[in-house]
């Protein structure tokens, strides 16, 4: 059994090179060839490709990403995020039966800034304030769940990821520049970004979750667009 993920590849190889190019494909359980194959499609799902609609990716805008955590509200407006090209695959698996997908990636590093408003407690610090806002992560690991559905159009079978699962974790360092929080009161201002600077991994895994969601929401929505393209027979062993 071949592995979906390198006849996806396949697939948007021919897509954006006539059906000529044939790629070493992979047997099922091969989790190597498989991230190798993950790998090659990368770049191709994060680009813009006119024929199909799909957008260009780094950078990213995303003009609102709403956390509502019980003691945090934050809404991050007209986002603009860089950094997912340099992202590479570290591991994938597929699994035929439960038509199930696991991508890790490891990106080196995102930057992101926009403008904000936030509302509640950062862990144990009250924070308020709105503004411009910038930050910047080194090293960051994204494990992707994805589960894969069928769907039928016009006599024929296409996949689709029908929905996804990100855990993210910042490894190395997350910076953080909020400006204008507490209208201006610079000893209240400097106290939370301190805290969050000195505690840039909790504070990440506290409030990243919506970031990440947004920004999985966006890659998936480009490679749907390239799945739906892609009849099943078309890259399933017959
Ligand atoms: C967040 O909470 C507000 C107010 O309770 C609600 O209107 C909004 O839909 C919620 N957003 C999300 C993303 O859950
Ligand atoms: C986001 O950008 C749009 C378009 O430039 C602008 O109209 C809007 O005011 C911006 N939102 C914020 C909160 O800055």
């Known amino acids: ?12 190889a021919n897509v954006l090179s006539g059906p000529a ?29 006119e024929e ?8 990213l805008f995303q003009p609102e990403i709403e956390g509502n955590l019980s003691i945090l509200k934050f809404k991050l407006f007209n986002t603009t995020l860089t950094g997912l090209k340099s992202c590479t695959v ?3 698996k597929y699994n035929e039966e439960a038509l199930t997908v696991q991508i890790v990636l490891l990106c080196p590093k995102f930057t992101m800034h926009g403008w904000y408003d936030i509302d509640g407690r950062l862990i144990v610090l009250p924070v308020k304030g709105t503004g411009d806002y910038s930050l910047e992560s080194l090293d960051y690991k994204l ?13 024929k ?13 910042a ?15 610079k000893d209240l201002a400097d106290t939370v970004l301190k805290f969050a600077n000195e505690n840039w991994k909790e504070v990440a895994h506290e409030v990243q979750e919506p970031v990440f969601s947004a920004v999985l929401k966006r890659i998936i929505k480009n490679a749907n667009k390239y799945l739906k393209t892609l009849p099943i027979d078309e890259y399933l062993p017959q």
């Open 90 to 92: 570290d591991s994938a």
């Open 171 to 185: 490894q190395t360092g997350v910076t953080y520049d909020f400006r204008n929080l507490f209208n201006g009161q």
């Open 1 to 12: 059994m071949f592995s979906l993920l390198i006849l996806f590849l396949c697939g948007i």
């Open 52 to 59: 199909i609609g799909a957008e260009d990716l780094d950078p």
């Open 21 to 49: 190019i044939s790629l070493n494909l992979c047997k099922s359980g091969d989790d190597v060839c498989t991230a190798a194959a993950a790998q090659a499609a990368l770049p191709l799902v994060l680009a813009a490709n």
């Open 157 to 169: 079978s296409y996949r689709n990821v029908k929905n996804f699962k990100v855990e993210a974790e």
């Open 143 to 155: 494990k992707v769940d994805m589960e894969l559905k069928t769907i039928e159009k016009d006599g």
